[in-house]
């Protein structure tokens, strides 16, 4: 629908390459969504705890990682498999679809344990030991109620701490007015959530930010 009325504004405005470019969009997005990505449902990302190693070492690994990855499918172990039949490599990773968690053998060596298990509604991917037991109860879940569309809560300190130490800034990290930007910014705002919902209303947004 959105790239519908971008092409009506195209042609009302007589912006050719708008037009060409919304019909296009409009088209793809009309195909369905390619193997297995068609199959997922939803999913779910947690990071309880991050720690980057120093700035240009580990080649951008993590040097501990303790979070919860979730994809939810109505048939997880139909996703997992089709994966796998696209992607043989998967299968090396040593991963069974009993509905249990599976140390994942890996090719290289991280400083922080890895675990994946596949179960009826949802494939879980562990990281870090105090992660694994929520992930066993996760993987075991069998039925799922609503969710909603798009949410995402974040300690905006520890986002501004992971963004200094992005290598993707280059230099501009080290800049002292640059730190005390991030410094400053850092001391004002505390937890960030905002949640995104279709109701019977239509779309609702909720958003917070933490003041300290």
Do not use: W
Request: proline share 7%; charged share 15%; net charge neutral.
């Amino acid at each position: 629908a959105a790239a519908g009325n971008l092409q009506q504004l195209g042609a009302a405005c007589g912006l050719g390459p708008l037009v060409d470019g919304a019909a296009s969009a409009a088209r793809a997005l009309a195909r369905p969504l390619p193997e297995p990505a068609g199959r997922i449902s939803g999913g779910a990302m947690v990071f309880n705890d991050l720690v980057l190693g120093a700035r240009g070492q580990g080649g951008g690994m993590p040097e501990k990682i303790d979070g919860v990855l979730l994809i939810a499918s109505p048939d997880a172990r139909g996703l997992f498999g089709k994966a796998s039949e696209l992607d043989p490599q998967i299968k090396s990773l040593g991963i069974d679809p009993d509905g249990k968690l599976h140390d994942l053998h890996l090719p290289m060596q991280l400083p922080f344990a890895v675990s994946a298990g596949v179960g009826d509604r949802l494939i879980v991917a562990t990281a870090g030991n105090h992660a694994r037991p929520l992930g066993d109860t996760l993987v075991g879940v069998r039925s799922g109620g609503k969710a909603p569309l798009f949410v995402a809560s974040y300690e905006f300190g520890k986002l501004m701490e992971l963004a200094q130490r992005s290598a993707s800034l280059g230099p501009v990290a080290a800049d002292p007015g640059f730190q005390a930007f991030m410094t400053g910014m850092t001391g004002v705002f505390g937890r960030v959530a905002s949640t995104l919902d279709v109701t019977d209303h239509g779309l609702a947004f909720l958003g917070m930010v933490e003041l300290k």
